[in-house]
């Protein structure tokens, strides 16, 4: 998967994700006008709307971009229903063949890391049938539980060429509480960016691993020196746009190859039309407003890694 | 919430909690046989044959405990038709009046622990309608984005007088690979206790707070020391039975009330008729062994409260 999806950035020319985390407040009104109307408002009602409202993003922006990143927590939120609006998107963005990043980052001793990685990137036995469950093409991992929390994922990716994208330095204000802590005068994020490097080893897709990092847009100076800790990395990076972050900051994240990294932006594309810039397309042609937001993301990192 | 909890401790003499972490291979035959004739060999088929597991062993010990833990792996496994049986597990729990851990282990930035936030333990607004997902009673939190990851929870807590069980010392062999390192010369799980007591002392319950902490069983003297760093805190302590830990290592992570822990044991109870110990009863009375081993589990802990 890791080679799907750099052949899909070296195609669409766009090292960008783009994060399906929708909130209500981002959904136009008539979205969730004709959702209530149907479901009532209700968990369900709220899961059509959010269904709805990533259809058109998606429908609007899937042939400029490589893959999607839909963020369970907001799915979560409505119980069942959401979850299921969440297994709905995976499955279209995988019909119109995007690769899919499941952020959940998810992490817990081995058997129930086993599980998880099992319901969202691999498959269970039942009886005498293999059945699979949400089947993300990545996901997202928390490594404080150490090895035996994280190998269960890799072992799973390996037998199904998938892969994870493991949270190394995270892109929230208070992060570095517990990541910049120095450990033989060292951050620990660095160390958790050896072990990174470290669990890759084994499982090489091509000249990249199924075992990439996330690290933050709003610490450049520390995707720098994690770029070299982990030559090897696919870095997934959010925090573009609404955390902050710019096309400039970003360079020192890809390799001298122009890849190694992935840029998310969630709010800044499929909440587009709420920003100034994107205000002439109105609420009803969100999805164009989201397209627009699109061709500029990849202009501002394409522009920033020519200017390198 | 934490008042409820010690009321029931103290009302059935049990600082215990039932792990409810179904796996396929621990239900007995004859419940999958008939979940499987009536549902297939599908996802739907699995989360009826856990359900079906789930209700009789809830059915034979709610009256002996104050709690139980659903780990929601063992159910997202089996996709939306897992979760479902986590659902119904989770309102059956509530019906008998336990108190409810959901064992998720979340935490994300922000605006996302927040949403975790209000689907495990608040509400969601959709509309001018109020709506709740899964609405467990206390949930387990991963502190590795600090306070920024945590706090959502903790304001979530405050409003529904709900709580957390924040990692700090996690179970498994490799835990200690981050939470053991060193800074300043501290243990970085001692500094995560810091925290947690930090967190917490904005919101007691009573001579506890609704913050809590994951301490393993498996580390007896790091929960000695944790003990005194957190000492309002509530110990979620896994690893009890099936892991390794035993009663007499255990006493340590009470304080000199007798109270501040609840000890897990997942596998040691569900799959207890498994045991050469229960095998007596057989795979149809497997909730008959469940008792015993629950009976069994309240006897060793307190003879060791008692011998202390």
Request: contains cysteine.
């Amino acid at each position: 998967m890791i080679q799907k999806l750099i052949e899909k950035i070296q195609k669409t020319k766009a090292p960008i994700v783009v994060g399906l985390d929708p909130m209500l407040n981002y959904i136009p009104e008539h979205i969730q006008k004709k959702a209530f109307a149907e479901y009532g408002e209700t968990l369900e009602g709220a899961a059509e709307a959010i269904w709805q409202f990533n259809k058109e993003i998606i429908d609007k922006t899937w042939d400029l971009i490589p893959a999607v990143k839909p963020q369970i927590a907001m799915y979560e939120q409505f119980g069942i229903e959401g979850l299921k609006a969440f297994q709905k998107t995976v499955d279209y963005c995988h019909e119109k063949d995007l690769v899919v990043i499941g952020d959940i980052k998810r992490g817990d001793i081995g058997s129930t890391s086993a599980a998880y990685a099992a319901g969202h990137l691999g498959s269970v036995q039942v009886g005498s049938a293999v059945c699979r469950g949400f089947d993300e093409d990545f996901v997202t991992v928390n490594p404080y539980l150490g090895t035996d929390g994280v190998k269960p994922f890799v072992d799973v990716c390996k037998k199904e060429k998938k892969g994870l994208f493991i949270l190394v330095k995270t892109s929230n204000p208070s992060s570095g509480e517990f990541q910049d802590r120095l450990v033989d005068g060292r951050p620990l994020y660095e160390l958790v960016g050896e072990k990174v490097a470290q669990w890759g080893d084994e499982c090489m897709g091509c000249s990249y691993s199924y075992v990439g990092a996330v690290v933050g847009a709003t610490y450049p100076e520390m995707g720098k020196v994690l770029r070299k800790i982990m030559p090897k990395a696919y870095i997934l990076v959010p925090g573009y746009g609404a955390q902050g972050g710019k096309g400039a900051d970003l360079v020192h994240f890809f390799n001298e190859d122009g890849l190694g990294a992935i840029v998310n932006s969630s709010r800044g594309i499929i909440a587009a039309y709420k920003q100034e810039q994107y205000a002439k397309f109105g609420p009803e042609r969100f999805g164009e407003a989201s397209r627009a937001a699109v061709e500029d993301m990849i202009a501002d990192i394409q522009g920033a890694l020519e200017n390198r």
